[in-house]
């Protein structure tokens, strides 16, 4: 689900795509009334900023469900220093829920007319997981030098029946996808586990550098 707040009347400025603290004004969540969310929104879409969150059923989740319109909620940061450079090539490689700063980003570029190429590897359990869905291949119909490519992990346990790719984000299809990109920067975002192998591997198995690397974990599930 995505929620939207209006920055209006505050200071808060953000870069594409960095993250924010949340906290909620009345919660009784044994973990605490604030979590860390990536911003889904662009900061080319002025006067609010939206997070993205898989709902776990967990009290803060709901608490965030059951905000009113209108309410206030306290965001600390920006933080995080995944930072977007729309002047290079890009792979965004995103696991799941981490596909939420590559909303903002591919907003960012489609926004500002960047003209670089970029690819969006994005994996879920099932069809039915993608977030952005319409959304992202709306982007790349308008915009030719974007390209989004899915895979499904789990397709057995699908309602939907799913005709793309089946199997998890691994190297030869990185390969494949960047093939063409000069010297791309590559970003990845999800679970720890999904996202350090992914980042390991591309070092270890690609030879990116770290400075062509950019990556966020998503802690805390
Ligand atoms: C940089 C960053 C960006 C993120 N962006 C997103 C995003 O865009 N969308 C999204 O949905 N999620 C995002 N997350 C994850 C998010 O912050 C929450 O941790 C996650 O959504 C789980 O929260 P929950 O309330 O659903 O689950 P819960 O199970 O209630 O867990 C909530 C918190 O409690 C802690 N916790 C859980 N179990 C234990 C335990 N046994 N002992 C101690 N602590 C425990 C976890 O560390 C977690 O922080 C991000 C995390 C990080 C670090």
């Known amino acids: 689900m995505t929620f939207r707040f209006s920055t209006e009347g505050t200071e808060f400025q953000f870069l594409s795509n960095q993250a924010i603290r949340l906290v909620l004004p009345r919660v009784d969540d044994p973990y605490g009334p604030a979590r860390s969310f ?11 900023i939206a997070v ?38 890009a792979v965004f490689i995103a696991g799941g829920i981490g596909v939420t700063p590559f909303r903002g980003m591919l907003r ?5 007319g960047a003209t670089q190429p970029i690819r969006l590897l994005y994996s879920a359990r099932v069809p039915e997981e993608f977030a952005f869905r319409e959304e ?7 915009h030719p030098q974007f390209r989004v490519h899915y895979t499904v992990t789990r397709p057995q346990e699908s309602q939907e029946r799913w005709r793309g790719r089946t199997g998890r984000i691994d190297i030869p299809w990185i390969r494949k996808v960047s093939g063409e990109l000069r010297r ?36 805390g599930y």
């Open 108 to 112: 960012f570029a489609a926004d500002t």
């Open 184 to 219: 791309p920067k590559f970003y990845v975002v999800g679970l720890p586990e999904m996202a350090s192998e992914t980042v390991q591997r591309l070092k270890s198995e690609m030879g990116i550098p770290e400075e062509d690397l950019e990556y966020e974990y998503f802690g």
């Open 38 to 48: 990536s911003l889904s929104s662009s900061p080319s879409e002025r006067g609010l």
């Open 52 to 89: 993205t969150a898989k709902m776990t059923g967990s009290p803060y989740k709901e608490g965030l469900k059951y905000l009113r319109p209108g309410e206030r909620v306290l965001v600390m940061g920006p933080l995080g220093d995944l930072l977007f450079n729309p002047d290079r090539p």
């Open 136 to 142: 992202l291949d709306a982007l790349v119909k308008a």
